[in-house]
């Protein structure tokens, strides 16, 4: 991509309404732009790096044998009266009445939609295990949005729902994706801890929180100090096999959100224990029978008799998480993309342009990387070298190669590791071979 032709309103100055830095740096980079309180556009910079998010989950997903669906953002009143939630959920819930005065509502969640889909056509317990899931906008009128794109009103959540005949295999289906979350995180670069949970307007009896510690998150956790540390090589899961022994690895920890943290269940006496904040990034719930039994989504078991299915759902909030991965890799400059999600792997920037010299290799090495690995930005655009350096920072590419007249004299150009500010001096050719073996 060419700077000169790429859509990215920076910001000088820090914006008043941000208060927390991965805002200031969304707003700046020109990622994102509010519309309405907690409801964002997503500007290409945002939208390309919310995008990557979205492929990891879903591929993740996808391996977990769970099949996508795309359920709609407007839902009728209706399904959600059956469950006894459409009082429940109360002002947070943002109710529509369409030309007909039939009442709508925009999903905050899609237990009972997708309930509705399964109770349509699944009678048997034959046609089970199933694992439905979808990549949609949701919408909670929250009471205080706030924090950009971590706490939104709308905001983009991938959802999944499994279906069992029994606990046991319920349980399983649990397992699965627990592991599933502990995989998709990762390949994000990231490190998100299970912790136990409470269930809230969800329901059910057993649930885990995925959080990414950092100093502004809302939520507060406590974790064992070990668990912090633990290290768990990335393999790839065989979700065929019973997953109940990985998932002790992490469960055999300590670690708990503020609702469900409970002192006299922990001995602290080696001061293990840390109490500190995280941002929850995902959460997944094991709820039984709760919706199949008042929906009456029954299937027939082994037995033959009719039963309720058992249900789980689990959630990954794939717009917060753009918010979440700033907020763990930044510095004073701006952003340090991890390069699992960075929009491209390398920065070109032209120090001079207009000058022949440096305009040719530029040219020369954009046209190499695109042809190799379409991974790169050129900063063409006959900006000051200072501002295009200060952008360039901000943006957080993992690399920067630099390209001016000095280096030309020299024919030797600077490699720049944005996250270690480490600054290696390559011929042209090294530059291509630091490409390809980097490809
Ligand atoms: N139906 C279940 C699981 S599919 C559910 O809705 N779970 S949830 O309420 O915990 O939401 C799932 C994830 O969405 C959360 O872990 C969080 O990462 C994200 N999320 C929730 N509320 C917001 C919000 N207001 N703004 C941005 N992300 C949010």
């Given at each position: 991509?060419?700077?000169?032709?790429?859509?990215?309103?920076?910001?000088?100055?820090?914006?008043?309404?941000?208060?927390?830095?991965?805002?200031?740096?969304?707003?700046?980079?020109?990622?994102?732009?509010?519309?309405?309180?907690?409801i964002y556009s997503w500007l290409p910079l945002g939208k390309i790096v919310l995008e990557?998010?979205?492929?990891?989950?879903?591929?993740?997903?996808?391996?977990?044998?769970?099949?996508?669906?795309?359920?709609?953002?407007?839902?009728?009143?209706?399904?959600?009266?059956?469950?006894?939630?459409?009082?429940?959920?109360?002002?947070?819930?943002?109710?529509?009445?369409?030309?007909?005065?039939?009442?709508?509502?925009?999903?905050?969640?899609?237990?009972?939609?997708?309930?509705?889909?399964?109770?349509?056509h699944v009678k048997s317990y034959k046609e089970l295990p199933l694992n439905l899931f979808h990549i949609q906008w949701k919408f909670r009128d929250e009471l205080r949005p706030r924090f950009g794109v971590m706490r939104g009103r709308e905001f983009l959540m991938k959802d999944a729902y499994s279906f069992d005949v029994d606990y046991n295999s319920s349980i399983k289906s649990y397992n699965i994706m627990f592991m599933a979350y502990i995989q998709l995180f990762k390949k994000m670069g990231l490190k998100a801890i299970p912790m136990k949970a409470d269930t809230g307007p969800i329901g059910g009896d057993l649930s885990h929180e995925f959080i990414i510690i950092a100093d502004t998150g809302e939520s507060e956790v406590y974790v064992e100090r070990e668990l912090l540390n633990f290290k768990d090589?990335?393999?790839?899961?065989?979700?065929?096999?019973?997953?109940?022994?990985?998932?002790?690895?992490?469960?055999?920890?300590?670690?708990?959100?503020?609702?469900?943290?409970?002192?006299?269940?922990?001995?602290?006496?080696?001061?293990?224990?840390?109490?500190?904040?995280?941002?929850?990034?995902?959460h997944i719930f094991h709820f039984g029978q709760k919706y199949s039994s008042p929906m009456r989504a029954t299937i027939s078991?082994?037995?033959?008799?009719?039963?309720?299915?058992?249900?789980?759902?689990?959630?990954?909030?794939?717009?917060?998480?753009?918010?979440?991965?700033?907020?763990?890799?930044?510095?004073?400059?701006?952003?340090?993309?991890?390069?699992?999600?960075?929009?491209?792997?390398?920065n070109i920037i032209n120090l001079k342009s207009g000058d022949n010299d440096c305009d040719n290799i530029c040219l020369k090495l954009y046209n190499f990387i695109n042809n190799n690995t379409s991974n790169v930005l050129y900063d063409n655009t006959d900006e000051r070298a200072g501002a295009k350096l200060a952008r360039a920072d901000l943006i957080g590419l993992p690399y920067q190669i630099l390209i001016g007249p000095k280096g030309i004299k020299e024919e030797l150009y600077d490699l720049k590791c944005r996250k270690s500010g480490e600054i290696s001096r390559l011929s042209y050719n090294e530059l291509l071979n630091f490409v390809q073996m980097n490809a």
């Open positions: 991509m060419l700077l000169s032709r790429f859509f990215v309103p920076v910001l000088k100055e820090n914006p008043k309404e941000a208060e927390i830095i991965s805002h200031i740096y969304m707003l700046r980079a020109g990622m994102i732009q509010q519309s309405a309180s907690g990557k998010i979205t492929e990891i989950c879903r591929r993740e997903m996808l391996k977990a044998g769970a099949n996508e669906i795309l359920m709609p953002t407007l839902q009728s009143a209706e399904i959600w009266k059956e469950s006894g939630r459409y009082e429940d959920y109360g002002k947070e819930m943002l109710r529509i009445k369409d030309r007909n005065n039939r009442n709508l509502l925009y999903g905050p969640t899609n237990e009972e939609l997708v309930t509705e889909i399964f109770r349509t090589s990335l393999t790839n899961i065989n979700y065929e096999d019973d997953l109940q022994e990985k998932v002790n690895k992490f469960t055999s920890f300590y670690a708990a959100t503020e609702e469900k943290h409970d002192a006299s269940n922990f001995d602290n006496k080696n001061n293990t224990l840390i109490k500190t904040r995280g941002i929850e990034v995902g078991d082994r037995q033959g008799d009719n039963i309720p299915v058992f249900m789980g759902s689990y959630g990954v909030g794939l717009s917060r998480l753009v918010g979440a991965i700033i907020e763990a890799n930044h510095d004073q400059n701006g952003i340090i993309w991890p390069s699992e999600i960075s929009p491209w792997d390398y």
